[in-house]
Structures are given as C-alpha cells and as structure tokens.
C-alpha cells in the first residue's frame, strides 16, 4: 500500500523503515507479532478497545522522557512504544 501511495520503489520503502525502525531490529517483528495477536484478539473479545490504542511515539518523543526521568529505556521496550504507545482511557481495559 505504501509503495502505491506514494510512488516509490520497495528499496527506497525498506531504506525508509530501517533507518526509522532498524536499532530495533533483534525486537521489532517478535513485539509487532504481539501487538497484531492482542488486537485480533480484542477484535474477536472487545472490538471498541481497538479503538482505544495509541499510535507510537517517535524518537524525539522517547528521547524528552528519558531525559525528563534521566534512564534511559530498554530497546525492547522502546521499540514497542515506536507501534503502540499504550491506550487512551475511553473503554474499559
């Protein structure tokens, strides 16, 4: 679909996601199997839920926490902030 929408190439999509998302590389597909497993099962259990979930944050998001909390936060855990950054509190859950 992205390649459609904006008219580039694969290589140049690929070079786009790993210069955003490639320090997460050991992380990435093992968490956004996880994320896509929790949100198929809230569609089956609590669709409304999935509504809920908040986008990801960016590097200069996680970076202002970490400097505000002065720790810096796990790869893992980083990396799954970068798909979800949790949920909004509209629904139950």
Known sequence: DDKVKHNVCWME???????DLGQYIDH???LKQAWENLKKY???KCP????????GLTEQEM??????????????????LRIHNGQRLVVPG
């Open 48 to 55: 409304r839920m999935i509504t809920s979930l908040n986008v």
């Open 63 to 80: 970076e202002a926490v970490e400097e505000r909390i002065q720790f810096s936060l796990p790869k893992d855990y980083r990396c799954s």
């Open 13 to 19: 999509l690929f070079r786009q996601f790993y210069c």
């Open 28 to 30: 990435y597909a093992e």
């Open 42 to 44: 809230l569609g089956q």
